[in-house]
């Protein structure tokens, strides 16, 4: 009679993942609960500061949690600041071409750096490194004379040109590492089989860069959102063409400053940002965790 042998059963898929201590689960979770606290702390304060009357703000002892609180100031702000639409139109206007502008330029640039080896090439990807280094305040007295002579001063171009400029960059960096995972045997059997570089750029390379570009597009638009204050407020002095950080000055009053309507007015500024981030958020966590896998 055949012996029947039995096989110690493996170890479970849990116990052979889970190699943390429960105090380590604990310590780890808490540093989380710690920089959240840390990181949306400002954004829940604004909130409540949005739905609590003036008098609230000042008194004595100071109250976190409103009292009495309404979403007045999110109705009081378009009467107080009427091109308070405007300004947030011209905010994503702004962004929506820089951002435009900056995936046109840094698509090719990026494929060009992470396929061909041409002199200068590390030269190039060091200063533009290095640009990334210089705030926009030291250049702003020659930007203000180059657009001057353009005669781009008091227009939306004042605010795109280098604002583009600027994120072009660190785009072309983010760009081309993403690029550079893509195989190039890709690329040799489209040249096998007759493709231009520029038909193989767009029939083979773009579909596969594609969640690597809309992570440079994401960056892009919520960079340009976030550095329009500076270029804005040397570069133009026509209200029409002010964006929200700018117009956001309408609430600083003489005598009295706003608080309450200028967060409501900064939380609904930021809501195209928030609209954008959550419609591609599926493309980028995908090209933000592109790379993580050994291939």
Known sequence: ??????????????AMIDRYKWYEVVALYAGMAVFLFFVLAPFIEGFLVSLKPLSQLFSTPYNFIPQ????DAYFQMWRSVPMLGMHIFNSFFISSVVTLIVVIIVVPAAYAFARFQFAGSGLLL????????????????????LMRQLMLLNTYWAMI??????????????????????????????????ASRLYTLRRVILPLAMPGIVVVA?????????????FALTFNSRTEFMPLPVGLFAFFGKQEVQWNELMAASF????????????LQRYLVAGLTAGAVKQ
């Open 68 to 71: 009495n609180g309404s979403f």
């Open 268 to 279: 609904v500024g930021i809501l195209p940002v928030m609209i954008v981030i959550v419609f």
């Open 218 to 230: 994401i960056m892009t638009f919520i960079g340009a959102y976030a550095q329009q204050f500076i």
């Open 126 to 145: 060091g200063m533009f490194l290095a640009v990334n280094m210089f705030s926009g305040a030291v250049l702003l007295i020659p930007l203000f004379r």
């Open 1 to 14: 009679m055949a012996q029947v042998t039995t096989r110690p059963r493996a170890r479970s898929t849990k």
């Open 161 to 194: 040109v280098p604002g583009a400029a600027f994120l072009i960059p660190s785009s072309i960096w983010l760009l081309r590492t993403y690029m550079m995972r893509i195989p190039r045997e890709l690329d040799e059997a489209a040249w096998v089989d007759g």
